[in-house]
């Protein structure tokens, strides 16, 4: 099993990378945080979940070992394959997806296609025991992120950006800022800089 990679960008597309490590170039699949980012001839390292079924090995990119740890966990969930894992992860940062999980808020993930409201619930059932256990204490300060968040992204979608820019802008707000108002203003200026 391939568990990490690093090497040079030979392609980017929209879902995923190829990655040339030594001689061979590596198809991964990744989420737009990382494709966006992305240039030819840059050099990426990514950890690696391998997904193999009888007729396809595929790989799946991350830039952190938690996101991969996250993404694992993900996909123990009935009906969450790697594709609609990836879907998930490319929703916000992990924190943000944890902190949906931990309020039990089933909105945060039917906005995913191909995730509805059944589904929604069955991954906050399957994986809140083992998210508030990997918080260790932490489980106070993601109470409130996710409907910050959300309303975040709603308002900067209603000012007519693309879910990927509102989702992109909000990265890169300072994780000191918890203020709505404030998210709202310093997503803005990022947006104003691309």
């Known amino acids: 099993m391939i568990g990490y990679l690093s090497g040079t ?13 030594g001689e061979v170039g590596y198809k991964v699949f990744v989420i737009p945080q990382i494709s966006l980012s992305a240039e030819p001839n ?3 390292a990514l950890f690696i979940h391998t997904h193999v079924r009888e007729d396809q090995l595929s790989l799946f990119g991350f830039s952190t070992l938690p996101e991969l740890d996250f993404f694992e966990l993900l996909i123990t969930v009935s009906g969450v394959g790697p594709k609609l894992g990836m879907s998930i992860m490319s929703l916000a940062d992990l924190e943000m997806i944890k902190s949906g999980i931990v309020n039990e808020d089933p909105t945060v993930f039917t906005k995913v296609s191909g995730v509805g409201q059944k589904t929604s619930e069955r991954l906050i059932v399957e994986l809140k025991g083992k998210i508030t256990d990997d918080l260790g204490g932490k ?17 900067l979608l209603a000012l007519g950006y693309s879910r990927t820019e509102a989702r992109q802008a909000l990265a890169e707000v300072p994780r000191e800022v918890t203020n709505s108002q404030d998210k709202i203003r310093e997503a803005l200026r990022s947006l104003a800089k691309h």
């Open 9 to 21: 960008i030979k392609a980017v597309r929209k879902n995923y990378v190829v990655l040339l490590a």
């Open 42 to 44: 840059q050099k990426l």
């Open 139 to 155: 489980e106070e300060g993601l109470r409130g992120l996710s409907q910050t968040h959300a309303d975040v992204i709603d308002v």
